[in-house]
């Protein structure tokens, strides 16, 4: 009886899985690393904050409005690129397939700079960080934004 229990289960999480990679493709996948290293930054802030007894509610509202912030900017990418691809689909003479382009660059972005700011946290709370993984994140936040600047 076990075992149906817990195959009932897997199958129900590869079912869940499977819809939302089905519904939202790779895009969705962005999305929800994105939403992920916002919540892990916010936790490990807060945590390298009560460890160095600097913890504040003003500064944690701070980080959740800037959190915030960054939502919106992530929308104003989405509604960039739907206005685009309308325009690139619609006007005649355009020969441009668009379909995405600055949501992906932006969320990458984002994920990358969230990355740095949990080594950093984790760093703050003692933890030792590998100098090649912080040059290697740099590295590639620095190629997302020399990319973006030439499209």
């Known amino acids: 009886m076990d075992n149906n229990i817990f195959l009932m289960v897997k199958a129900a999480i590869v079912g869940v899985f499977g819809a939302f990679g089905a519904a939202f493709g790779w895009l969705g996948w962005l999305v929800l690393a994105w939403v992920a290293c916002m919540v892990i930054d916010y936790i490990s802030g807060s945590s390298a904050a009560m460890k160095a ?66 080594l950093e946290n984790a760093a703050a709370m003692g933890a030792p960080v590998p100098d090649f993984l912080i040059r290697v994140l740099a590295s590639a936040k620095e190629t997302v934004e020399d990319a973006a600047g030439e499209a």
Not at 55 to 78: E, T
Not at 92 to 117: A, F, H, R
Request: net charge neutral; glycine share 10%; hydrophobic share 60%.
């Open 53 to 118: 007894g600097q913890w504040s509610s003003a500064q944690a509202r701070s980080g959740i409005w800037h959190k915030g912030g960054m939502i919106v900017v992530v929308i104003v990418a989405a509604l960039a690129d739907a206005v685009l691809g309308m325009v690139a689909a619609k006007v005649p003479g355009l020969p441009i397939d668009y379909t995405v382009l600055l949501l992906p660059v932006v969320l990458v972005w984002y994920i990358l700079t969230e990355l740095g700011s949990i």
